[in-house]
Each structure stands twice: as structure tokens, then as C-alpha cells.
């Protein structure tokens, strides 16, 4: 059922917000989501009890001076930034709805949390960003000295907690959208690992956690593993034991550009070397292109799988490139196998030479707001955006030419993969198996 203001609603989770959190509020979240989203965030923390009855929207409406419209639009802003959790709750011949309240994050999370951040640069710019900064952030003097504190596990070892048993809490804990976000589709990082390959250079557990974000993405961008990136910051220890975090991502930004002008260079022999070998040999593919395709995107990082894509054509990824499949991957809403068929839909399927920031984010977006979770659900929603593409024409060619009969269309519901004719077929065959060979030099040159 759709929504309506004469629905009654209730809230849960309201609080009295505290100074900090309504700074937080007015300085940080106001930018990204209006002063009407702002107002009905207000409103609704601070709405008086009626004896625990539901108050019908109008009310509401009425207060705060918005239309329904408005108002559906100020609390998706609400959802969307984590503030606000909507329950609608569908009765016979209505639906009734339930707010859930969550307070905004701190100001210090806010500002070192890396989506929300670039969010609101673009927002207000970098000067008013960095100003807004140094008047919220707290500014402690650094103690001198040696940081010689002992750790929880230091003076309590870990195997005096193998026998306790795992407790039940009496009550799920609701987490917002926002935090939600931040650990879907993220990849595993073993930070006890790292650490006790870097006992020796003084590196600790809490030193890799601040910089867990800044991994997590090069182990998603780049395909690294713990063990290369142990290599990596051994290589970039500063004084004091500082990771030097900016150093370690311009040098692999470089390596990757090194990567793609090698890759160039040695592409032309490896065609050659692919077309006499299909000249000594016609036997059949053990596994179809569609097969081909879906495993060559469930195996490679995005940015590897465009560039072997681009390899195919002699074409390069251009550094505005990099930089917005970068910011795909922080955004952290699709895993990478869809990333991989967002750049394949948009390059091979539609044959774009270049991927315009703003291309990927729309698609990005969609993909998003689709829920594609994995590559099949990505090809189902591709066959039904067709579907709907030809039935929307077919319904207009038969109402201008009534006269002419209708050709009966296929039946692609049940149908897995889009049909596509010879030469494509054959294209994407020997662009995968390309593919294929190039990533299996590259996995015996690292062993």
C-alpha cells in the first residue's frame, strides 16, 4: 500500500538530544538533508505523547507547515543520512507506520568518516569543509613520550575466556542504515595476522584499526592481500612507527599505471599467440562466454577487470577513472562482482570507450536502489529492463499502426541469459579467454 497522510504513525526511540548533538545537527547533517528534513527530524524527536495513541500524519503536516510530498521526500533524506528507520505496517484497508529515532553520530565520526565526508565537501566546499572542521573537532595537545599502555589482552589472556558461554541479549540491538551501510559486502581482514607479522617493527592491533578503512579499500581496489600489504607498510614505516598511509596509496596508484603501460606493451604478442593457437586447434570451450563472464567477475578486483578489458582494445584507465571506481568501492553498497558488471554492461554491452563519473554513479545508484546483490541478479534485471523496453514499444507501434498485425514476441522470462548474435558471442569469447590467460601469466609471475 502506498503512503498517505491520513495514515496514522508512532514513534519510537525519541530523546531529548543533547547541545553537542544539535551542533552536530545544524553544522554537519543540515547541509546533506535540508531544513524541511531537519524540521521533521525535530519534530518528530521532540512530538508530545498523546496516552501512547498513533497520531495521524495530517497533524503532523499541519505543524511543521510541509505538504505530504515534501514531507516523503525530507524523511527518505532522514533514512538515507541514518537518522530515521521507517516500519510500515499493512492493515486490512490501510497501513499505519512506526518511526524509529536515532540519534546523530558525533562530530569526530562524522569527520573521519570517509562516504560522509566527501558528501559534504561537495556540499559546502573544501574551505567552508576544513573550517567547520577546526571549529568542531576538539584540539588536544600530543603528549610526549613513549605510548607505553597496557592493552586489555596484554594483562588478561584470551584463552581464560574460552569457557564462558555466548550470551542471548533480551533485546536484538537495531542498528541504523548508516551503520548498516558501512559493513555490507565488506571483505574480510585479518588484522591479527598483520600484527603478528609486524610484532617486530612495533606496529600494534590499534595502529592497523585506524588505518582499517584505507586496507580494506586497497585489498578491494587492488586485489592485495594481507600478506602484500604487510610488505607494503614494512616498506613505510615513518618515525615514531607512523604508517605513512598517503605514501603507500601513491605508490600503488603509480604501480598500476606502470601495470596498464606493460600491459599495453605485451598485449599485441599475446593476441598473436591466442590467434595461432585457435588456428592449431578447434575444440569447443569448456564452459560457455556467459559462464566465462560470470567467473572472470566474481574473481577479479573492478579496476583489473577493466583494465584486462581495456587491454583488449589497447585503450588505458584514465586517472578520473580510477578515481570514480575508488569512489564506487567506498561508497561500500554493491559488492565487486556487480561493480565488474556495471563496467561490463557500460563498456562492452554498450560500448563506451570512456566511463564518465557521473555514468558510473547514475548506474551505481540504480543498481543500488535494485538491491543486485550478486551477477544472476544483475543479468534477471537487465532482461526485465528489455522486457519492459520492448513491451512499452511494441504497445506504442500497435497503437499508431492498429492496422498492421502484431509479431508475437519470445518469451524471455525464461530465458537466462539476453540473446546476442554470432560475432558478439564469438567477440566476447575471445575477450574472456584473453582475459583468462593474461590473469593466469600474471598468478604464475607472483608465484
Known sequence: MSFNVNNKFSVEGAQQLSTSELQTLSNLYLPLISGDALTLYLAL???????????????????????????????????????????????????????????????????SDKLLVKVLINQVGESQFHWLKDNLLEQRPAIEGKNITKGFFDIIHEDNFDHIPELTPPRAFQTSPLKTAEVKNQPSLDLELMQSLLVSFNISKQDLQAISSDLMLWKRLY????????????????????????????????????????????ESKLKVENNVSKNKTDQKAP???????????????????????????????????????????????????????????????????????????????????????TVQDVVAYLQKRERNLKNKQQTKKSTTYQKRPVETQPDWKNQHVTQVSDQEQEDLKRTLSQMDAKRKEKEKNNS
Not at 592481500?225 to 598517503?246: A, M, P, R, S, W
Request: glycine share 4%; charged share 20%; proline share 3%.
Open 45 to 111: 524527536m521532540h512530538l508530545p505523547r498523546i496516552n501512547h495513541n498513533k497520531i495521524v500524519h495530517t497533524v503532523l503536516l499541519d505543524q511543521i507547515g510541509i505538504t505530504g510530498p515534501n514531507f516523503v521526500r525530507a524523511r527518505e533524506k532522514l533514512e538515507g543520512f541514518g537518522l530515521l528507520s521507517t516500519f510500515e505496517q499493512v492493515l486490512t484497508l490501510e497501513s499505519q507506520w512506526v518511526y524509529e529515532m536515532h540519534a546523530p553520530i558525533k562530530s569526530d565520526e562524522f569527520l
Open 223 to 266: 586485489g592485495l592481500d594481507e600478506l602484500k600489504l604487510v610488505q607494503l607498510i614494512q616498506k613505510n614505516i615513518g618515525v615514531n612507527h607512523q604508517i605513512n598511509v598517503k605514501v603507500i596509496d601513491q605508490q600503488l596508484r603509480n604501480d598500476f599505471q606502470n601495470q596498464q603501460s606493460q600491459s599495453v606493451a605485451a
Open 287 to 373: 564452459t560457455s562466454a556467459v559462464e566465462q563472464l560470470f567467473k572472470q567477475a566474481k574473481s577479479l578486483q573492478p579496476l583489473e577487470f577493466l583494465a584486462d578489458i581495456r587491454n583488449q582494445t589497447g585503450g588505458i584507465i584514465s586517472s578520473s577513472e580510477r578515481n570514480s571506481i575508488e569512489q564506487l568501492i567506498k561508497y561500500n553498497r554493491l559488492p565487486d562482482e556487480v561493480i565488474n558488471m556495471e563496467i561490463y554492461a557500460l563498456s562492452v554491452l554498450e560500448k563506451r570507450t570512456t566511463l564518465p563519473r557521473a555514468v558510473l554513479e547514475s548506474t551505481y545508484s540504480d543498481w543500488s536502489q535494485a538491491k543486485l546483490k
